[in-house]
């Protein structure tokens, strides 16, 4: 799978480039990240990427022709299918795990990264394929956005995964949240881990776990919830937990 971020910042892309699941992928030559500066297609002499709003009001917007010229340096684009530009914005389609199987079915996503107030949306009505959103909450720049995209997509591509760390993405794909984990020590100030995680059990600690995943869905997402067919062994897992949760007065902080 192939990256290509349009970015004003690229730098921003190095630490993800040289680190991590992303890091390795790139390494193995499992993915490509590669990244255009819309500041290397300007033609005046002061190298401007952005101008004012027509309309008035305050800040900057980026201009349409440094993008467009991004976009056309970009060799080898498959315009038909399989490529896809992708804008990031509090304004795009929210972003979940469906949306980043979808996308990982492409065999080349262009990111752009906006600054100042935003795009030109004459830009974005010509050239931009999909506006995705991570969620109700506003970013500086782009970046850190592509950012994301781009690790939770290529961490669906074949082999980029080791067998571990699949098993977080697994669990997800069920449609419940995680269930507590815990390392040692095994007590920190006066608290145990749970105990059936020390007894061995392997049967009952899987039990537990699936326990813990259908209650915290049910108390912090029961949104999920409703779109989740349960088992009958779920629903009576589930009733458990709500019966020990109601012994239990639980204090969150917010
Ligand atoms: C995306 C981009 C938030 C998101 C962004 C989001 C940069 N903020 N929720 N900021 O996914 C003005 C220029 C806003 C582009 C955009």
Redesign the pocket.
């Known amino acids: 799978m192939r990256f290509t971020a349009i970015t004003l910042f690229p730098e921003m892309f190095d630490a993800t480039k040289q680190y991590g699941v992303v890091g390795r992928a790139i390494k193995d030559k499992r993915i490509t990240l590669d990244c255009i500066n819309p500041r290397d297609f300007t033609k005046d002499k002061h190298r401007s990427v952005d101008d004012r709003p027509y309309g008035g009001g305050p800040g900057m917007l ?1 201009t349409i022709e440094p993008l467009t010229a991004s976009l056309k340096s970009i060799v080898d684009v498959n315009i038909d299918e399989r490529s896809k530009v992708i ?4 304004q ?1 389609r929210k ?1 979940d795990q469906n949306l980043v199987k979808e996308l990982s079915q492409q065999q080349h996503l262009i990111l752009i ?7 030109d949306q004459r830009f974005i009505d010509e050239s931009v394929d999909i506006e ?11 970046e ?2 592509s950012l ?1 995209v781009i690790d939770t997509i290529a961490r669906q591509i074949d082999g980029v995964l080791g067998h571990s760390e699949s098993v977080i993405e697994d669990s997800f794909e069920d449609g419940l949240l995680d269930h507590p984990h815990y390392t040692r020590p095994e007590v920190y100030k006066n608290k145990k881990v749970p105990a059936v995680l020390l007894s061995g059990n392997h049967k009952e600690i899987e039990r537990w776990r699936l326990k813990q995943r259908l209650g915290i869905t049910w108390q912090k997402r029961p949104d999920l919830l409703m779109n989740k067919k349960l088992t009958n062994e779920e629903k009576l897992l589930l009733e458990e937990y709500k019966k020990e949760f109601k012994n239990i007065k639980k204090s969150f902080r917010i």
């Open positions: 980026m804008y990031l914005s509090p795009g972003l990264s906006g600054r100042y107030e935003g795009v995705i959103s991570l969620g109700d909450f506003v970013l500086s720049g782009g850190i956005a994301a």
